[in-house]
């Protein structure tokens, strides 16, 4: 079953780091989301990209976080500086269609941020 | 914006009983309303999913039934088993690829 890829699983950082997480979406799929999910809440999307172009980065805290998918394939979320209120599981997922979440819409296994 | 509640926030189960999660929107024009299944340090997984024109669906042992004129939907799950443990989302949609996912509800399931 093919997967969505993410790096690094666990992340420990000291707070005004920086720090960048990796996905690989599963192949052909245009469309990539980055989601945060804090501790005891759902996940929440911080930023949507279809093919190399972002379409949605409303929710992004643009002052200190980044992200990008230079080739349309894989793609990097940077927070820079990190601070304590960051820690949370950053998860990605990508699906094959754009504008459908009923369709093979796939998450990774996240990265597990802890900043100290 | 879609609002989502879900209750109870907590369920604990004896094994071989039944669980039941409900889910509350706002939006009425939602139209797919998956359940995700997220185990300890896992990945969220899609369980099972409904649609506007149906009202029950079953899987084995869980089913998702929806009244749309409340515009609530709940997960049911029968003869509960440990591995059933977890936390539960909903995630109603409009038919755009954004998911706004529930509160969560955490389901235990003792031996």
């Known amino acids: 079953e093919a997967e969505v890829a993410q790096s690094p699983r666990y992340k420990i950082t000291e707070k005004s780091q920086a720090v960048a997480f990796w996905c690989d979406p599963i192949?052909?799929?245009?469309?990539l989301y980055w989601y945060r999910q804090i501790l005891g809440q759902g996940p929440e999307l911080l930023v949507q990209?279809?093919?190399?172009?972002?379409?949605?980065d409303s929710q992004l805290p643009k002052d200190r976080f980044s992200a990008e998918r230079l080739k349309g394939v894989d793609s990097t979320l940077k927070i820079q500086p990190a601070e304590l209120g960051d820690s949370a599981m950053y998860l990605c997922?990508?699906?094959?269609?754009?504008?459908?979440?009923?369709?093979?819409?796939?998450f990774g296994s996240g990265t597990r941020l802890t900043v100290v | 914006g879609e609002n989502v509640e879900q209750h109870p926030s907590t369920l604990s189960v004896q094994e071989g009983d039944s669980a039941v999660i409900k889910c509350t929107y706002s939006d009425s024009a939602s139209n797919y309303f998956p359940w995700y299944k997220q185990e300890l340090g896992k990945r969220p997984q899609l369980i099972i999913d409904i649609r506007s024109n149906v009202g029950e669906k079953k899987d084995q042992r869980i089913a998702v039934t929806l009244n749309k004129t409340a515009k609530h939907f709940s997960l049911h799950i029968t003869e509960t088993q440990p591995e059933d443990s977890a936390v539960y989302f909903c995630a109603p949609n409009k038919g755009t690829d954004k998911l706004i996912f529930g509160t969560g509800t955490r389901l235990q399931v003792f031996p």
């Open positions: 192949s052909g799929h245009a469309t």
């Open positions: 997922a990508s699906s094959p269609e754009f504008g459908r979440a009923d369709y093979g819409y796939t």
């Open positions: 990209f279809q093919d190399e172009s972002v379409v949605d």
